[in-house]
């Protein structure tokens, strides 16, 4: 009979981790450093900053382990040490603003000679990143955690630790900003994204 | 926004009901989020993360923590030219102390080769 190699599960390595095993942890960054990563781009719009971020999150997991239960998932946890970093590193960084579409668009610069279609859908998506970027902190991870991440509210609000009314109030909030951002009438998104629907 | 609309976020904000629609903008925020998530984790970030870690082992036993050190601000960038008044200012400095070393002054070739540290080496 064959033998199954199944990956082990995050709890799985968080115990070979307690343990001192290095490789579980590289492991669980392997599994899970995408999330952290573009989570934290989205909030603090720094690439580097990111990075930094991701490795702060992660020294804490090997730094706690030993407190982090095995039996729940790792993922929430994992968002709230990204956004409690993401909070920290902005909240000494009030009042500079980084060149997040600059950076973006380094990353992703062969969009820049995209043809014309493409580039006009580059150029609103940079609008609404602009935009996302100009709602307050709160709002902002609140619409990274829903939108980007594909959190349920309840997850989101047991992540940051709030009541799911809060929750749902500043992403309605964060949505009316950024309808009154991009403009009373959105006619240009319609523009934007027809043939794209 | 019409006054149904109104009523329907309002209920959603208390709990009740589904949440108001607007497919275009949340698919906007989508896709603007998702094509910002297409930004490769940088590589090495793993080896950086690990070697960081046999670090703290280190420093462990003088009683530091790496992890414990707050995230800091970038340092500023340093300009890496000088705008043409700052040089010829550094230039006017570095003749002026060679002069000072050498005892004598170097006539700068601008003003016709007088200078003020050309005049205080004749005066001299």
């Known amino acids: 009979m064959p033998e199954t190699t199944l990956s082990p599960t995050d709890g799985e390595l968080i115990q070979r981790l307690q343990n001192a095993d290095l490789d579980a942890l590289g492991q669980l960054f392997e599994r899970h450093r995408a999330r952290v990563y573009r989570t934290a781009l989205a909030i603090v719009r720094d690439p580097a900053v990111a990075e930094d971020i991701l490795q702060d999150c992660f020294l804490k997991v090997y730094v706690n382990a030993k407190r982090i239960d095995p039996s729940r998932p790792l993922a929430p946890w994992l968002y709230r040490v990204t956004v409690n970093l993401s909070y920290t590193w902005l909240s000494r960084r ?29 150029e609103t998506r940079q609008k609404v990143r602009r935009a996302i970027g100009d709602l307050s902190l709160d709002q902002r991870v609140v619409v990274v955690l829903y939108y980007l991440n594909g959190l349920g509210l309840q997850d989101i609000a047991e992540i ?31 523009e934007g994204a027809h043939g794209y629907l | 926004m019409g006054i149904s609309s109104v009523v329907r976020s309002w209920l959603w904000r208390v709990g009740i009901g589904a949440p108001p629609q607007d497919t275009l903008l949340d698919w906007w925020i989508t896709d603007a989020l998702t094509d910002e998530a297409q930004v490769p984790v940088p590589p090495g970030a793993w080896n950086r993360l690990r070697m960081a870690i046999a670090e703290r082992k280190l420093v462990d036993g003088y009683g530091m923590w ?59």
């Open chain 1, 160 to 190: 940051l630790d709030l009541p799911v009314g809060t929750v749902k109030s500043r992403l309605y909030y964060a949505r009316e900003n950024l309808r009154g951002t991009l403009g009373a009438n959105t006619s240009w998104l319609s």
């Open chain 1, 94 to 122: 009030k009042g500079h603003r980084a060149p997040f579409d600059d950076a973006i668009d380094q990353v992703i610069s062969p969009m820049r000679h995209a043809p014309d279609r493409l580039a006009e859908q580059t």
């Open chain 2, 66 to 124: 790496v992890l414990d050190q707050t995230p800091h601000d970038p340092p500023d960038s340093i300009p890496s030219t000088l705008s043409d008044a700052q040089l010829a200012r550094a230039l006017h400095v570095h003749n002026f102390c060679q002069a000072q070393r050498r005892g004598w002054a170097v006539g700068h070739p601008s003003l016709g080769g007088i200078c003020p540290t050309f005049i205080a080496a004749f005066i001299f």
